[in-house]
């Protein structure tokens, strides 16, 4: 933690009048979680300030809150702009970055891209939410038992219930005090991430009982919009499944493919229990941690070229436990 960046990043935020926050393209509760989040701490602590959460929102993370929407009368030079849980530009969602004059990057993906003056990446974090959480611990900005709330849960989903790496006793011990100081109650806030409808629960059974899984311990499976559709899901839902796979001890590396109707674009969530990922996925339009990790294609045999490759990811790590030996 570098509590002298956090410092900076509070004393410029201080200086602006208007402040947009924005996240990756696909978000995840973090994501989503991070804007809401630093957007209501920003309120709470300057009420004068016009503050604004933007992107396109996910209906199946309304519980986190709502975003904002923006008309068109954007001054850019004299705004600031803050990204959230997004390493590189490209991906963020809903306004150009190279349109800001003033540009605020916070993070705990991997190093991709510099694209601002200030940015406090913190790789050991479990989630963005953890490094607002420093941020708040570090300076004058306050909260309130909704904001912690709302830090909390992003803090519980991208570290899948403190099960995922990063996770160690340091944020323990700031989500213990978090919980003890603003009387959170855990199930209360657990439920809306964890609770699946009957149809998620049979399509992940198609998933199961489709999945293909290579001799290299490699699996995929691409689902098709109308199978599920079938189940009464959307490819968003599908896709976050990903991580119900995480202890099949018959694979080390596994990937969903869905398809964007809408931006006419394949979508691919990767995850790994060894082989690194992030750089392969790099190659795809996309990126992430080093285990979790996301990539667009263009075309159905862009993704085929993906499958093989991290087939052959996969085979050479296996190659590489052996020889270690």
């Not at 990043?9 to 924005?22: A, G, H, S």
């Not at 709302?150 to 899948?160: A, K, R």
């Not at 990063?166 to 959170?184: F, G, I, N, R, S």
């Not at 996301?294 to 075309?299: D, E």
Request: some cysteine.
């Amino acid at each position: 933690m570098n509590k002298e960046i956090l410092k900076k990043i509070y004393n410029e935020i201080k200086k602006f009048d208007t402040i947009y926050l924005v996240r990756h393209i696909g978000p995840d509760p973090d994501a989503i979680s991070s804007q809401i989040a630093l957007r209501d701490i920003i309120r709470y602590t300057f009420p004068e300030k016009k503050v604004y959460a933007i992107g396109q929102s996910v209906s199946k993370f309304k519980y986190i809150g709502k975003l904002d929407r923006i008309d068109d009368n954007i001054s850019y030079e004299n705004s600031l702009i803050i990204t959230l849980d997004v390493p590189n530009k490209a991906r963020v969602d809903g306004i150009s970055v190279d349109n800001f004059k003033h540009v605020i990057k916070i993070d705990h993906h991997p190093f991709v891209e510099k694209f601002s003056d200030l940015e406090y990446i913190d790789v050991d974090a479990c989630s963005t939410t953890e490094v607002l959480l420093d941020l708040v611990n570090n300076t004058k900005f306050k909260i309130n038992k909704e904001i912690a709330r709302t830090l909390m849960i992003g803090i519980i989903s991208d570290s899948n219930r403190f099960l995922f790496k990063p996770t160690d006793h340091k944020v323990l011990h700031k989500v213990a005090d978090l919980v003890e100081k603003y009387d959170l109650n855990l199930q209360e806030i657990y439920e809306p991430i964890y609770m699946r409808p009957i149809s998620e629960i049979r399509l992940m059974g198609y998933i199961y009982s489709n999945l293909h899984v290579t001799k290299n311990k490699f699996a995929y499976i691409v689902l098709e919009n109308d199978i599920v559709a079938s189940f009464n899901g959307d490819a968003s839902s599908a896709s976050n499944m990903v991580n119900e796979l995480s202890y099949i001890e018959d694979f080390y590396v596994w990937l969903f493919v869905t398809y964007d109707e809408k931006n006419e674009i394949y979508k691919i969530s990767i995850r790994s229990r060894g082989p690194v990922i992030n750089e392969l996925a790099s190659k795809y339009n996309g990126g992430g941690h080093a285990f979790s990790s996301g990539a667009r294609c263009k075309t159905m045999d862009e993704v085929n070229a993906l499958i093989a490759d991290f087939d052959n990811l996969t085979r050479e790590y296996i190659k590489s436990k052996q020889n270690s030996i």
